[in-house]
C-alpha cells in the first residue's frame, strides 16, 4: 500500500485533472484497504513490529496527500475565480457584463 501512497502523492504534485481522477480512483483502494486492517486488528490479535512501522509510514504519506489535495482545491478554486473575472457577469438579457471597469493610466512630464 504505501506505493499505491506514494503513487498518489505523485499525481497531486501536479494538480491537472486527469492527475485527480486518477487519484480519486487511487485513493478508494487504499480506503478498501485500511478497511480491511481495521477490521483484522479489531480482533483483538496484536499488530507485529513490521505493521506498525507500515502504519506509521502510511501516516506520514496521508498527511502529504492531504496537504496536496488541499493545495489543488486552491489551485482549482483560484482558477474558477479568475476565469470568472474574465467572463464578467451573466445577465438576464443574454449580455455580459464586466466585473470591474478597465483601468486607464495617464502620465505627464
Known amino acids: ?16 485533472t486527469e492527475n485527480i481522477r486518477l487519484a480519486n480512483q487511487h485513493l478508494l483502494e487504499v480506503a478498501q484497504s485500511l478497511d480491511d486492517l481495521s477490521g483484522k486488528s479489531s480482533t483483538g490479535k496484536k499488530l507485529s513490529p513490521q505493521v506498525l512501522e507500515s502504519l506509521l509510514q502510511w501516516r506520514a504519506e496521508l498527511s502529504a496527500i492531504a496537504t496536496l489535495s488541499q493545495t489543488a482545491a486552491n489551485y482549482f478554486s483560484r482558477l474558477s475565480e479568475a476565469r470568472a473575472a474574465d467572463f464578467g457577469a451573466y445577465e438576464r438579457t443574454g449580455t455580459v457584463k464586466t466585473l470591474c471597469n478597465p483601468a486607464q493610466m495617464s502620465l505627464q512630464l
Open 1 to 16: 500500500m504505501l506505493t499505491t501512497l506514494q503513487k498518489i502523492r505523485s499525481l497531486l504534485s501536479k494538480p491537472e
